[in-house]
């Protein structure tokens, strides 16, 4: 958005290192760790009649599948939980709420700490509406920020009025409040998508159509994440044992859902994307700056492992792209946009037989492979022994044993189109 940054990651708006009000204390770290900027935590007005951002509360879940257990980070942030106060619901004449007031002095204050520490910061805003969203852009700009997120869709505000219900699946109340925006700062403008919209590149070009700098996607996926089955009660509910809601559900297992729908905004418009939704090392934010993101925002890695992550993701990248010949992340930013295609003929014909090939010396015979070829597919697989084997004849290439497999012993080579036939056909006898 005409900004220079010194990396191309970003801290996305979460814990308490993201508030305006608190740049002071974090910024010289935040900094030090190599993050390119911070996109702030979003203020509310008093219009809302809901006070300032409360504490965040967190739950995790964790993977016990064999897949899972593959995932090194294998936990999500759930943006609710004990005594849920995204925003505050106290009214206004509750005096505990004036700790979750902000002066405009105290952001000026922040927003300076950030820039000596030659971080840009891009505001956070989810608005009710255009004449809110104008209050707030207005506040923003007044106290230095360099440019604006216009959150379309948050999963856990949209009862007030804001977020994914309210506003992001709507692209023309998306753009209504675009084009009040602009006319009413000179800030650049990000617009925040959700992965619920209707129709991720008719939204993309809807905003960038009212005047959209930039676009970042996703947020988090509206979610529940559990049930105690011993009492019946959902795992997030508020520590007195009250209510629980549907709440937004982030970290590594949603990166397949925001690489999908970065892709899809990369090959629709002509701005910058920042991508968001489960980079956890320096493999994943390469992964979303080749379908086309030019930064990349990360909360949940942060929250479970420290600022430090974000110099561990650059010294990754710095190494990739020496391994690479890269000069620039632009070498290699946008690469795999083209190389994907919407699902059709064009994917089925491009695809090449294989069959599974084992690697005798990394297999411990644990018989997953066995298990889950005779259940499920054509019985390729069989552990002789004490080591697994797959027959040419019957392997269907589906691909599920490599996925069980524990020790990522399994992979495929090519075969011709008449193997595959032969082998189809070995398969039906099977079944008469």
Known sequence: ???????PILLAPAMYNTFVGWFPKFAHKIAKAGWGGIVAKNIVTDDVRVGFCSEPALWTTRMDTPVGKRMKEGMALVN???DVEYYSEKKLDDPAEEIWRISKERMKKGIE???QEGLVVIG???????????????????CGYDGLEFNTSCPMIHELGMGAFAVGVYAEKIQEIIKAVKQATSLPLMVKL????????????????AGADAISAINTVLSIIGIDVETGYPLSRSADGGFSSPCGYSGPPIKPIGLRVV????????IPVSGIGGAHDWKSVIEYMMVGATTVQLSTAPMFRGLGVGREILDGMTEFMKRKGYTSVYD????????IVPVGVATFTSAKPAVGVVDTEKCTGCRRCEIVCDDNCSSAAKVIDGKAIIDDNLCLGCGLCSVVCPVECISYKPITMEKKIEIMKNFHRQGE
């Open 1 to 7: 958005m005409g900004k220079e940054l010194k990396s």
């Open 80 to 82: 609710a939980g004990p």
């Open 113 to 115: 700490k950030a820039h």
């Open 124 to 142: 956070n805003f989810s608005p009710t509406g255009p004449e809110n969203a104008v209050r707030i852009a207005k506040v923003y700009e007044e």
């Open 194 to 209: 959700s992965p619920h919209t209707l129709s991720v590149p008719d939204t993309a070009r809807a905003a960038v159509r």
């Open 263 to 270: 892709w899809e905004i990369a090959r629709s418009v002509k």
């Open 332 to 339: 290699f930013i946008g690469m795999s946009v083209s190389r």
